[in-house]
T-cell receptor, first 116, second 116 residues
């Protein structure tokens, strides 16, 4: 069965510092992977996704993620964090598009705090 | 575009009563809607998938009689928590899909349910 692990519950960085949020997945075939951001009072917003092809994917708000099959990882990165990036971040994998089309399985989330 | 609303945004009810939560796609027709439950500091857990005009498909472990889902139209799905108890207190999030893949899902802002 597909699953996602986010090892870090809470990360604190200074504004302007670089950021990396970790995500490991468990899936038998090539996974469809996603990163979402959740801010209070707002719905989850899709930052980026990986389906196939180039393993480095660019997203919105200056985020990128790299798919590493050998490590079963899909870590999210940003070179310089802004205070407005403080939020909860979720990594997710889509279930097999055959029988569980569109079903998303989420990690527990990583809370990002940004210090001025 | 692709806005999903939920109503109410928060609700407090007494134990034993039923609560209905609405999920609406405001500017598109959703082929499928999903309901998630999020516990504090934890992941979003998929509860059920619903298609307009058909019965919802519940995830393993989710009580169908407790969480009634109705998908009356392409823009409206409702989740009714029947005979609510304090353990049903949670954050309920819906998403509406405009296509077949998870990347076509748009999330509502969530409903905070507190059962006293």
């Amino acid at each position: 069965a597909q699953s996602v692990t986010q090892p870090d519950i809470h990360i604190t960085v200074s504004e302007g510092a670089s950021l990396e949020l970790r995500c490991n997945y468990s899936y038998g075939a090539t996974p469809y992977l996603f990163w979402y951001v959740q801010s209070p009072g707002q719905g989850l917003q899709l930052l980026l996704k990986y389906f196939s092809g180039d393993t480095l994917v660019q997203g919105i708000k200056g985020f990128e993620a790299e798919f590493k099959r050998s490590q079963s990882s899909f870590n999210l990165r940003k070179p310089s964090v802004h205070w407005s990036d403080a939020a909860e971040y979720f990594c997710a994998v889509e279930g097999d598009r055959g029988s569980t089309l569109g079903r998303l399985y989420f990690g527990r989330g990583t809370q990002l705090t940004v210090w001025p | 575009g692709a806005v999903v609303s939920q109503h109410p945004s928060w609700v407090i009810c007494k134990s034993g009563t039923s609560v209905k939560i609405e999920c609406r796609s405001l500017d598109f027709q959703a082929t499928t809607m999903f309901w998630y439950r999020q516990f504090p500091k934890q992941s979003l857990m998929l509860m059920a998938t619903s298609n307009e005009g058909s019965k919802a498909t519940y995830e393993q472990g989710v009580e169908k009689d407790k969480f009634l889902i109705n998908h009356a139209s392409l823009t409206l799905s409702t989740l009714t928590v029947t005979s609510a108890h304090p353990e049903d207190s949670s954050f309920y999030i819906c998403s509406a899909s405009i296509g077949r893949g998870a990347d076509t899902q748009y999330f509502g802002p969530g409903t905070r349910l507190t059962v006293l």
